[in-house]
């Protein structure tokens, strides 16, 4: 007797890494979706009843205020092990953003889910990297307190498309883009050379996942007919994003897709 069935398809993949409560599971799951799954974007997904106001995670780090979250010297191997685990924890919100954006919005091009979907296969890759340098000093993700900064803006920004390129990798992955160098010069003068080094990769990485926001935040401007300059402006006061304040890596933004345009007003700004 014969039965019906059909491939699942890369954005009900996605779904599933999203809703994943183990790490480990979640990262596996991510850098499975390969080019080779299907997008089949004949396929409606529903949403699970409820949809959880936040992605699957673990029990631990416990999340607080961000001004609850003490900042330790990195000359210390304990303010090391703090900071990397507050980078892995911006690197698993990473991958949700990612996961979230290929299943949440439907109606667009297949090289958008593309797209994302190699963002999360390489959010889950430098989740990996920084796990180890964090086990390298006797620890592991969750043993440190973290914020939910990142998929606060995410929740936000659930029915728009447009706010969500706007205001996640053009604003808030964009920031790590201008951190990353300090980070980086920190690491290296107490002597951590290896987590040095794996904040080159991310960086490297960091600035292509920028580049996408800009180019699917671009396409979606004159989809609706909308100046991206003056749109995001308008974006960022309804959505109450962050001020960005200097030093910005105006070289990792020009290659990042930020025009001349863009960054003098983001300099103004300051």
Not at 112 to 130: I, M, N, P, S, T
Request: charged content about 25%; aromatic content about 8%.
């Amino acid at each position: 007797m014969m039965t019906n069935s059909r491939t699942i398809e890369a954005r009900e993949l996605a779904q599933q890494a999203l809703l994943c409560n183990d790490v480990a599971t979640k990262c596996e799951m991510a850098r499975h979706l390969t080019d080779d799954v299907p997008v089949n974007l004949s396929v409606a997904l529903d949403e699970p009843d409820p949809l959880p106001a936040a992605p699957g995670r673990p029990n631990k780090p416990v999340l607080v205020a961000p001004s609850e979250l003490k900042h330790r010297s990195v000359s210390t191997e304990h303010g090391r092990a703090v900071l990397l685990h507050a980078l892995a924890h911006i690197e698993f919100n990473a991958i949700n953003l990612a996961l979230d954006i290929v299943w949440r919005f439907a109606d667009m091009p297949e090289p958008f889910y593309r797209d994302w979907l190699k963002v999360a296969r390489e959010e889950a890759y430098h989740f990996g990297l920084l796990q180890t340098r964090l086990e390298s000093l006797g620890h592991e993700y969750g043993d440190f307190p973290a914020h939910n900064g990142l998929w606060e803006m995410a929740t936000k920004t659930s029915s728009d498309l447009l706010a969500r390129l706007a205001l996640v990798p053009r604003t808030l992955e964009a920031r790590g883009l201008d951190a990353s160098p300090a980070i980086r010069s920190k690491l290296a003068q107490a002597g951590d050379h290896d987590s040095a080094a794996t904040l080159d990769i991310i960086l490297r990485d960091e600035i292509g996942h920028v580049a996408i926001g800009n180019y699917w935040y671009r396409f979606v401007c004159e989809q609706r007919g909308l100046d991206p300059v003056e749109t995001y402006d308008s974006l960022a006061m309804t959505y109450n994003a962050p001020r960005l304040r200097g030093p910005f890596n105006l070289q990792a933004r020009r290659q990042a897709g930020f025009d001349d345009i863009e960054l003098a007003r983001l300099q103004d700004r300051v």
